[in-house]
Protein backbone atom coordinates (compact mmCIF):
# COMPACT_ATOMS: atom_id res chain seq x y z
CA UNK A 1 0.00 0.00 0.00
CA UNK A 2 0.90 3.23 -1.00
CA UNK A 3 2.04 5.98 2.24
CA UNK A 4 -0.40 8.75 2.41
CA UNK A 5 2.38 11.22 2.44
CA UNK A 6 4.05 9.85 -0.63
CA UNK A 7 0.42 10.12 -2.68
CA UNK A 8 0.11 13.57 -1.02
CA UNK A 9 3.93 14.62 -2.31
CA UNK A 10 3.10 13.22 -5.82
CA UNK A 11 -0.01 15.69 -5.94
CA UNK A 12 1.73 18.69 -4.59
CA UNK A 13 4.74 18.46 -7.25
CA UNK A 14 2.89 17.37 -9.77
CA UNK A 15 0.48 20.85 -9.29
CA UNK A 16 3.73 22.89 -8.76
CA UNK A 17 5.54 21.63 -11.24
CA UNK A 18 2.55 21.59 -13.89
CA UNK A 19 3.45 23.31 -17.25
CA UNK A 20 7.23 23.85 -16.96
CA UNK A 21 8.95 21.53 -19.21
CA UNK A 22 12.89 19.97 -19.01
CA UNK A 23 15.37 22.13 -20.83
CA UNK A 24 15.65 20.17 -24.10
CA UNK A 25 13.39 17.66 -25.00
CA UNK A 26 10.57 19.58 -23.25
CA UNK A 27 9.25 16.81 -21.49
CA UNK A 28 6.94 17.38 -19.08
CA UNK A 29 9.28 18.48 -15.77
CA UNK A 30 7.49 15.96 -13.27
CA UNK A 31 9.09 13.24 -14.66
CA UNK A 32 12.67 14.21 -13.09
CA UNK A 33 11.36 14.58 -9.79
CA UNK A 34 8.60 11.48 -10.13
CA UNK A 35 12.09 9.33 -11.62
CA UNK A 36 14.35 10.72 -8.81
CA UNK A 37 11.89 9.36 -5.76
CA UNK A 38 11.47 5.73 -8.11
CA UNK A 39 15.50 5.58 -8.01
CA UNK A 40 15.72 6.01 -4.23
CA UNK A 41 12.47 3.76 -3.89
CA UNK A 42 13.86 1.09 -5.86
CA UNK A 43 17.31 1.54 -3.52
CA UNK A 44 15.05 0.97 -0.67
CA UNK A 45 15.65 4.49 0.88
CA UNK A 46 12.97 5.68 3.85
CA UNK A 47 9.89 7.17 2.98
CA UNK A 48 10.78 10.34 3.51
CA UNK A 49 14.10 10.30 1.42
CA UNK A 50 11.68 9.27 -1.20
CA UNK A 51 9.08 12.48 -0.80
CA UNK A 52 12.01 14.60 -0.98
CA UNK A 53 13.24 13.08 -3.90
CA UNK A 54 9.55 14.43 -5.34
CA UNK A 55 9.98 17.67 -3.72
CA UNK A 56 13.59 18.36 -4.31
CA UNK A 57 12.93 21.02 -6.76
CA UNK A 58 10.04 23.03 -5.60
CA UNK A 59 11.66 25.80 -3.81
CA UNK A 60 14.15 26.69 -6.32
CA UNK A 61 11.75 25.90 -9.24
CA UNK A 62 8.24 26.66 -8.12
CA UNK A 63 6.31 28.94 -6.07
CA UNK A 64 6.26 26.75 -3.18
CA UNK A 65 8.04 27.59 -0.35
CA UNK A 66 9.70 25.35 2.87
CA UNK A 67 7.22 26.96 5.32
CA UNK A 68 4.23 25.13 2.70
CA UNK A 69 6.70 21.73 2.59
CA UNK A 70 7.03 22.30 6.34
CA UNK A 71 3.22 22.47 7.14
CA UNK A 72 2.54 19.55 4.48
CA UNK A 73 5.35 17.15 5.28
CA UNK A 74 6.87 18.07 8.32
CA UNK A 75 10.55 19.00 9.43
CA UNK A 76 12.28 16.24 8.64
CA UNK A 77 11.22 16.33 4.42
CA UNK A 78 11.55 19.67 4.83
CA UNK A 79 15.45 19.47 6.10
CA UNK A 80 15.95 17.65 3.19
CA UNK A 81 14.99 19.48 0.64
CA UNK A 82 16.67 22.46 2.31
CA UNK A 83 19.98 20.62 1.81
CA UNK A 84 19.80 20.19 -1.66
CA UNK A 85 18.28 23.59 -2.88
CA UNK A 86 20.02 26.22 -3.86
CA UNK A 87 18.31 29.14 -1.94
CA UNK A 88 19.60 32.21 -3.40
CA UNK A 89 19.03 32.27 -7.42
CA UNK A 90 20.87 35.76 -7.54
CA UNK A 91 24.17 34.60 -7.50
CA UNK A 92 26.42 33.74 -10.29
CA UNK A 93 26.14 29.73 -11.50
CA UNK A 94 29.52 29.39 -10.16
CA UNK A 95 28.93 30.77 -6.78
CA UNK A 96 25.41 28.85 -6.78
CA UNK A 97 27.06 25.60 -7.28
CA UNK A 98 29.82 25.70 -5.63
CA UNK A 99 27.89 26.77 -2.73
CA UNK A 100 25.99 23.36 -3.33
CA UNK A 101 28.95 21.31 -3.70
CA UNK A 102 30.55 22.59 -0.38
CA UNK A 103 26.87 21.92 1.64
CA UNK A 104 26.80 18.15 0.74
CA UNK A 105 30.36 17.78 1.10
CA UNK A 106 29.13 17.64 4.95
CA UNK A 107 25.73 15.80 4.53
CA UNK A 108 24.64 13.20 6.20
CA UNK A 109 24.79 10.18 3.97
CA UNK A 110 21.48 9.64 3.06
CA UNK A 111 21.54 13.68 1.77
CA UNK A 112 24.03 11.85 -0.04
CA UNK A 113 21.80 9.60 -1.75
CA UNK A 114 19.23 11.76 -2.52
CA UNK A 115 21.88 13.89 -4.73
CA UNK A 116 22.88 10.91 -6.13
CA UNK A 117 19.40 9.75 -7.62
CA UNK A 118 18.83 13.87 -8.82
CA UNK A 119 22.23 13.95 -10.52
CA UNK A 120 21.77 9.98 -11.91
CA UNK A 121 18.45 11.39 -13.62
CA UNK A 122 20.04 15.08 -14.90
CA UNK A 123 23.33 12.66 -15.87
CA UNK A 124 21.25 10.36 -17.88
CA UNK A 125 18.90 12.65 -19.63
CA UNK A 126 22.00 14.74 -20.79
CA UNK A 127 23.94 11.85 -22.20
CA UNK A 128 20.18 10.89 -23.71
CA UNK A 129 19.78 14.32 -25.58
CA UNK A 130 23.36 14.47 -26.49
CA UNK A 131 22.76 11.60 -28.43
CA UNK A 132 19.81 12.85 -29.92
CA UNK A 133 20.44 16.25 -30.35
CA UNK A 134 24.02 16.68 -30.36
CA UNK A 135 26.33 19.22 -29.29
CA UNK A 136 23.31 21.82 -30.26
CA UNK A 137 22.02 20.62 -27.14
CA UNK A 138 24.10 22.45 -25.20
CA UNK A 139 22.39 26.07 -25.83
CA UNK A 140 19.72 25.14 -23.60
CA UNK A 141 22.17 25.77 -20.57
CA UNK A 142 23.51 28.67 -18.75
CA UNK A 143 26.72 26.87 -19.02
CA UNK A 144 28.03 24.60 -21.55
CA UNK A 145 29.42 21.34 -21.40
CA UNK A 146 32.65 21.72 -20.12
CA UNK A 147 31.05 24.08 -16.80
CA UNK A 148 28.53 20.98 -16.59
CA UNK A 149 31.28 18.26 -16.39
CA UNK A 150 33.21 20.37 -14.04
CA UNK A 151 29.62 20.82 -11.66
CA UNK A 152 28.82 16.88 -11.79
CA UNK A 153 32.72 15.75 -10.83
CA UNK A 154 33.17 18.00 -8.25
CA UNK A 155 29.41 17.19 -7.01
CA UNK A 156 30.49 13.46 -7.28
CA UNK A 157 33.57 14.44 -5.15
CA UNK A 158 31.86 16.23 -2.60
CA UNK A 159 29.18 13.05 -1.95
CA UNK A 160 32.22 10.93 -1.51
CA UNK A 161 33.82 12.96 0.63
CA UNK A 162 33.40 11.68 4.79
CA UNK A 163 32.35 8.54 3.36
CA UNK A 164 33.82 5.06 4.72
CA UNK A 165 36.20 4.07 1.72
CA UNK A 166 33.61 0.72 1.81
CA UNK A 167 30.91 2.33 1.02
CA UNK A 168 29.47 1.56 -2.19
CA UNK A 169 25.84 1.76 -2.39
CA UNK A 170 24.62 1.11 -5.85
CA UNK A 171 23.04 4.82 -6.06
CA UNK A 172 27.22 6.08 -5.61
CA UNK A 173 28.44 3.44 -8.23
CA UNK A 174 25.59 4.09 -10.64
CA UNK A 175 26.83 8.11 -10.28
CA UNK A 176 29.75 7.48 -10.71
CA UNK A 177 29.13 5.58 -14.13
CA UNK A 178 27.33 7.98 -15.65
CA UNK A 179 29.79 10.57 -14.67
CA UNK A 180 32.55 8.60 -16.46
CA UNK A 181 30.62 8.68 -19.66
CA UNK A 182 29.67 11.96 -19.23
CA UNK A 183 33.56 12.88 -18.73
CA UNK A 184 34.58 10.23 -21.67
CA UNK A 185 32.26 12.55 -23.75
CA UNK A 186 34.92 15.58 -23.25
CA UNK A 187 37.80 13.08 -24.54
CA UNK A 188 36.61 11.64 -27.21
CA UNK A 189 35.29 14.96 -28.63
CA UNK A 190 38.10 17.40 -27.09
Not at 155 to 183: A, C, R
Request: charged share 25%.
Amino acid sequence: MIHNQLMRAISYAATKHDGQQRKVDHTPYIAHPYRVAMLLKEHGCDVNIVIAGLLHDIVEDTSGTFTEIKNLFGEEITELVRYVTEEDKKLKWEERKQNSINKIEQAPFHVKLLVCADKIDNLQSMLDSEMLYGESMWQAFDRGKAYQQWYYQSMYNSVISNLPSETHHPLIIMFKQLLDQFLENRQQRG
